[in-house]
């Protein structure tokens, strides 16, 4: 991946998704040969020439300034999590035009810190984990290994990209597995964008096109999300269906740590599933067979 191949794609499927009536042209009767905005049209949105708008859907956002950046992001219509990843994009563009150099690889990971995991293992009654940008747990509690205990059965496994599309258990698992892909592949878009040349995240992007139809698919869509708060449904093997409220916390001290945590309803059934599944990890507990948990798998 890299960022000028990002923000091409990105910003034609934007303008390709926006019709002239939305964006309030007229269109005098003419039949357009394909759906979407011009180039000279969203020029005309933006405020810029035509050829500085041609250069930047080229994938050269190098020295576009904040108003031409807003300008466009008004144009295209862009949500938030859009104007974010467009930021995203020219910041790694400006990164490459001040460096020369090949840009710097990030090391492995290592595992979450101490006090993290002390802070994971206090929120006994519900469960919680830590993931980095990829979709990589680095950490859970006991209740949050044993909510996900099917993407942690095969030995080093834990990545929810990988889960999602090349294990079939998955379906299974999320009664909305669209919406789930949706999630992780927008997830991944969104992390394509700020770091565009983390080779872990360029690996497993690969790994996932090559071997699933779905998530090329929705790859080529570029769409992006913020993923902070919502309801996930699961049908967990052991306690069935559950309904869980999600809240996901950024780890500031912690550059692309996300902690999420589930709660239900009180006096819901989720609750008494959530009830039933922590007895069900302490009995695993106690038999010395707890819910797999991150292990080795976090420097995958």
Same mark, same amino acid.
């Given at each position: +991946?890299?960022?000028? #191949?990002?923000? !091409? ?5 934007? !303008?390709? @998704? ?10 005098f009767?003419h039949v357009r %040969? ?7 049209e /969203? ?8 050829d500085y ?9 190098? *020295?576009?300034?904040? #108003?031409?950046?807003?300008n466009? $992001? ?21 990164a490459?035009?001040s460096?020369? @150099?090949?840009?710097r ?7 979450v ?10 929120? /006994? *009654? ?9 979709g ?5 509690? @006991?209740?949050? %290994?044993?909510l996900? $205990?099917p =993407?942690?059965? !095969?030995p080093?496994e834990?990545?929810?990209g990988?889960? /999602? ?8 698992f ?13 997830? =991944?878009?969104k992390?394509? *964008? ?5 080779r872990?995240l ?7 096109s ?5 998530? %090329?698919? %929705?790859w080529?869509?570029?769409k992006v !999300? ?15 269906m =559950? ?5 996901g +916390?950024?780890?500031? $001290?912690d550059?692309? =740590?996300?902690l ?13 599933g ?5 007895s069900?990890a ?6 010395g067979?707890?819910?797999?948990? @991150?292990?080795? #798998?976090?420097?995958?």
């Amino acid at each position: +991946m890299d960022s000028r #191949s990002e923000t !091409r794609e990105f910003l034609v499927a934007r !303008r390709g @998704r926006i019709t002239p009536e939305q964006a309030g042209l007229p269109t005098f009767g003419h039949v357009r %040969r394909v759906p979407g905005l011009r180039r000279e049209e /969203v020029a005309l949105l933006a405020g810029v020439s035509v050829d500085y708008y041609t250069r930047l859907e080229r994938g050269n956002l190098a *020295g576009a300034s904040e #108003s031409v950046l807003h300008n466009l $992001a008004r144009a295209l219509q862009l949500d938030d999590a859009e104007r974010d990843y467009l930021d995203d994009l020219a910041r790694a563009a400006n990164a490459n035009a001040s460096f020369k @150099r090949a840009p710097r690889r990030r090391a492995a990971r290592a595992p979450v810190r101490p006090s993290v995991q002390r802070l994971l293992d206090a929120l /006994v *009654g519900s469960p919680a984990f830590v993931q980095d940008e990829r979709g990589d747990v680095l950490a859970a509690n @006991r209740l949050g %290994r044993a909510l996900y $205990a099917p =993407l942690f059965e !095969r030995p080093g496994e834990g990545n929810h990209g990988r889960f /999602v599309f090349l294990d079939d258990r998955s379906r299974a698992f999320y009664p909305d597995w669209d919406l789930a892909a949706d999630i992780t592949v927008e997830l =991944l878009h969104k992390a394509a *964008g700020r770091d565009p040349h983390n080779r872990a995240l360029t690996d497993l992007v690969g790994q996932l096109s090559t071997r699933s139809d779905e998530f %090329r698919t %929705r790859w080529a869509a570029h769409k992006v !999300r913020f993923h902070t708060t919502g309801v996930k449904r699961f049908n967990h093997p052991v306690v069935g269906m =559950l309904e869980l409220t999600f809240e996901g +916390m950024e780890l500031t $001290a912690d550059d692309g =740590l996300t902690l999420f945590s589930y709660t239900a309803e009180p006096g819901s059934t989720s609750a008494d599933g959530l009830g039933i599944l922590g007895s069900w990890a302490a009995t695993l507990d106690e038999a010395g067979t707890a819910a797999p948990d @991150r292990g080795s #798998s976090a420097q995958r």
